[in-house]
């Protein structure tokens, strides 16, 4: 079956924008989980949402928010863009009894 | 707080020689332990996981791992590298089945030399 597709793959934006991150999981996930990907602090959890419903959340600001589908499709909105905020960003979906798969990244840039 | 460490930032390793990559975790009771891979500019790929049973895991390409709960590690090994392994491995923890949250190590970096 297909796996974890995100798109864009590449995204420049300035700061003080917004910009917005899509991942499809795999057919049959319910569970979406995003990561935040730096040279500086490494992979960190940002948050999960199973069933359309924010399951877990990592400590990252309000700045930081995400949403889920009812086809299981998620978004992430990150507001009022920082420089900091420049990362990989990566999705990861999980069924009922497999264990993570994560999709290749989008790639956002702050300048 | 559960954590992980993995100590060696950068590993060289010879073609077809073997490799041990080094994973420590801080957590009060058996957590659930995880080896992926990452190639540049991709995403991550999982290696092999640790849930409970039998300690020493097989995983894909040739990689295996073993759980030592007194010593709280779950190491990487490969027998024998082949430059297609050259890439950054991370190792993750999460705290029970369907809690999704992974703590990941802050990765090693895989040479090989020819």
């Known amino acids: 079956k297909a796996g974890v597709t995100q798109t864009p793959r590449y995204l420049i934006k300035t700061r003080g924008q917004q910009v917005t991150l899509s991942c499809s999981p795999i057919s049959g996930h319910r569970s979406v989980s995003w990561y935040q990907q730096t040279p500086g602090q490494g992979l960190q959890f940002l948050f999960e949402y199973f069933s359309e419903t924010q399951r877990n959340k990592g400590n990252f600001p309000g700045r930081f928010s995400g949403r889920q589908f009812s086809n299981s499709r998620s978004e992430m909105n990150v507001s009022t863009l920082e420089l900091g905020d420049s990362a990989l960003y990566l999705c990861?979906?999980?069924?009922?009894?497999?264990?993570?798969?994560f999709g290749p990244g989008t790639r956002l840039t702050v300048t | 707080a559960q954590s992980v460490t993995q100590p060696d930032i950068h590993i060289t390793v010879s073609e077809g020689a073997s490799l041990e990559l080094r994973c420590n975790y801080s957590y009060g009771a058996t957590p659930y332990l995880f080896w992926y891979v990452q190639s540049p500019g991709q995403g991550l790929q999982l290696l092999l996981k640790?849930?409970?049973?039998?300690?020493l895991v097989q995983g894909i390409k040739g990689f295996e791992a073993e759980f030592k709960r007194s010593q709280s590690s779950f190491n990487l090994r490969k027998p024998s590298v082949h430059w297609s392994d050259a890439a950054e491995y991370f190792c993750?923890?999460?705290?029970?089945?369907?809690?999704?949250?992974?703590?990941f190590g802050t990765g090693t970096r895989l040479t090989i030399i020819p």
């Open positions: 640790y849930f409970s049973g039998d300690t």
């Open positions: 993750a923890v999460g705290l029970n089945f369907g809690n999704e949250k992974l703590t």
């Open positions: 990861a979906s999980r069924g009922d009894r497999d264990e993570q798969y």
